[in-house]
């Protein structure tokens, strides 16, 4: 499996992105899809994550209610349209694959395999 994640830019306080994370060389259906990102001098967290089957998402509470994740079956992409963006949400952003395990948490980093290569996100006041 590999992901590739773009999308990042610049943009005012206020503005919108949508990434997307593209996954190719799928054998198996992940568990979850995540986004995740990563600020200089911070541990990665996370952002928000679909369920490959059934489309269930999660949300960090800083970006509930301005982030919405999503997911086209037919091309095997997840999206994060990112709205009312804040200074706060600058980071390199990382798509990651969670395989079907016995137990899934989303929001742990740890358990995701595969990750996309990082797309950078700066939003400036």
């Known amino acids: 499996v590999q992901l590739q994640a773009s999308g990042g830019g610049l943009v005012q306080a206020g503005g919108s992105l949508r990434l997307s994370c593209v996954a190719s060389?799928?054998?198996?259906?992940?568990?979850?899809v995540g986004w995740f990102r990563q600020a200089p001098g911070k541990e990665r967290e996370f952002v928000a994550a679909v369920r490959w089957i059934g489309s269930r998402t999660f949300y960090a509470d800083s970006v509930e209610g301005r982030f919405t994740i999503s997911r086209d079956n037919a091309e095997n992409v997840v999206y994060l349209q990112m709205a009312s963006l804040e200074p706060e949400d600058m980071a390199v952003y990382y798509c990651?694959?969670?395989?079907?395990?016995?137990?899934?948490?989303?929001?742990?980093?740890?358990?995701?395999?595969?990750w996309g290569q990082g797309t950078l996100v700066t939003v400036s006041s």
């Open positions: 060389g799928l054998t198996f259906a992940p568990a979850v």
């Open positions: 990651g694959a969670h395989p079907q395990t016995a137990t899934v948490v989303v929001e742990s980093a740890r358990g995701y395999s595969t």
